[in-house]
């Protein structure tokens, strides 16, 4: 290389910087990306005690990484490239066979023994204070533990079907569903997003006729449900932290009842219906079910005059639950517990709760879950 070739090549670089940052600096910010459905960094606030302890530099390294110019592009390249180079994974999602993806799971036994602790004494309180309340147990496995079969070899998947099974004697007051011997027998059905951590409507429909004992209601046929495919652009949770383009998208049924049922926002008072048109023009199109996260929340049943009430604490794997169940209810309430404020004791004890169904996935089990709202 000639010296004008060298002058040329560092021109070129410095208006590649100089490019780049006024790129940066002029863009307009968003705060929340909808590619990751998550929300980003804002700029941190600079002062003397933060700049000494380092949290104004940590800060500004997630703010200018959050807020790269063409982001979605970048993070597609890298996926791209992972997958290209043979890794197994990127960004804890494996790239599996059959168009599946799949999270990494490795079992947190201080989170989920913890969580146990805390539903065994909510039992407990429960017997003593509810006797009259049923309380029941569903936690939904991870989609890996029902493929395993298109997972990568050698990954990383800590079989949750004990854990499960554990659940019934450490939890004697709760009524416990085996929700893997379930649904394990339909795997080869759309039961799970392949893009996504959730399950579908469908996998939710075989755990509901499972429930209709243990809640003692007639559950409804297949036929019953008018299934309507109302979306086939669904790209969820793993699709985005892979960042693979060339994965096919997900399509989303939904179980539409002849019975066209609302809930009502138990905080605003304001009535919404239970399938939200609105996300299936977004990213987070799975919020089409329950109207994306609702914190507390009852469906009323007008043609049901049984008097029954069902509470459901949740995550947001009873989205795709809650309008089913809610055919047989009277009153069918969602409390989630992250946003949940009140005193779930003196709500509990003011209602007449016939039941409680407690539902989660594996994976949320598997964390922290903040259950010490249920002791108070």
């Known amino acids: 290389m000639n010296e004008q070739q060298a002058k040329r090549a560092v021109l070129l670089l410095v208006a590649c910087f100089l490019t780049f940052g006024l790129w940066f600096t002029f863009q307009p910010k968003q705060q929340f990306f909808a590619y990751e459905n998550r929300y980003l960094q804002r700029f941190p606030e600079l002062s003397w005690q933060t700049l000494s302890d380092g949290r104004f530099t940590r800060a500004f390294e997630t703010y200018v990484t959050d807020h790269f110019p063409a982001r979605k592009l970048w993070l597609q390249l890298?996926?791209?490239s992972e997958w290209l180079l043979g890794k197994a994974e990127n960004n804890g999602v494996y790239f599996g066979t059959n168009n599946w993806l799949f999270e990494t799971w490795n079992l947190n036994n201080s989170h989920w023994k913890a969580n146990v602790s805390q539903l065994a004494t909510f039992g407990t309180w429960a017997h003593e204070q509810l006797p009259a309340t049923q309380l029941n147990l569903l936690l939904v496995p991870t989609s890996s533990q029902l493929y395993s079969e298109s997972l990568p070899w050698f990954a990383a998947n800590d079989t949750q079907a004990h854990l499960l099974s554990e659940l019934t004697p450490a939890l004697p007051d709760w009524n416990v569903t085996d929700t893997l011997s379930t649904l394990y027998p339909y795997r080869d059905q759309a039961l799970y997003f392949q893009t996504d951590h959730h399950w579908t409507q469908l996998g939710a429909f075989y755990a509901y006729q499972q429930l209709a004992d243990s809640l003692d209601f007639q559950a409804h046929p297949f036929d019953f449900w008018q299934w309507e495919t109302v979306s086939t652009s669904f790209t969820g949770s793993y699709y985005a932290k892979a960042s693979v383009p060339f994965y096919s998208a997900d399509a989303i049924r939904a179980a539409k009842s002849p019975t066209q049922l609302d809930y009502v926002n138990l905080e605003t008072g304001l009535s919404e219906p239970l399938y939200s048109q609105r996300y299936l023009?977004?990213?987070?199109?799975?919020?089409?079910?329950?109207?994306?996260?609702?914190?507390?929340?009852?469906?009323?049943?007008?043609?049901?005059?049984?008097?029954?009430?069902?509470?459901?604490?949740?995550?947001?794997?009873?989205?795709?639950?809650?309008?089913?169940?809610?055919?047989?209810?009277?009153?069918?309430?969602?409390?989630?517990?992250?946003?949940?404020?009140?005193?779930?004791?003196?709500?509990?004890?003011?209602?007449?709760?016939?039941?409680?169904?407690?539902?989660?996935?594996a994976t949320t089990f598997n964390t922290d879950m903040q259950l010490g709202k249920l002791q108070r």
């Open 78 to 80: 890298k996926g791209t």
């Open 281 to 361: 023009s977004q990213n987070d199109q799975y919020g089409y079910f329950l109207n994306g996260t609702p914190a507390f929340t009852q469906i009323q049943n007008p043609t049901q005059q049984n008097g029954k009430h069902l509470v459901m604490i949740k995550d947001s794997y009873a989205h795709v639950l809650a309008p089913l169940l809610a055919e047989h209810y009277e009153r069918v309430t969602v409390i989630d517990l992250r946003f949940f404020n009140q005193s779930l004791h003196a709500y509990l004890q003011a209602e007449q709760v016939d039941q409680l169904l407690f539902i989660a996935g």
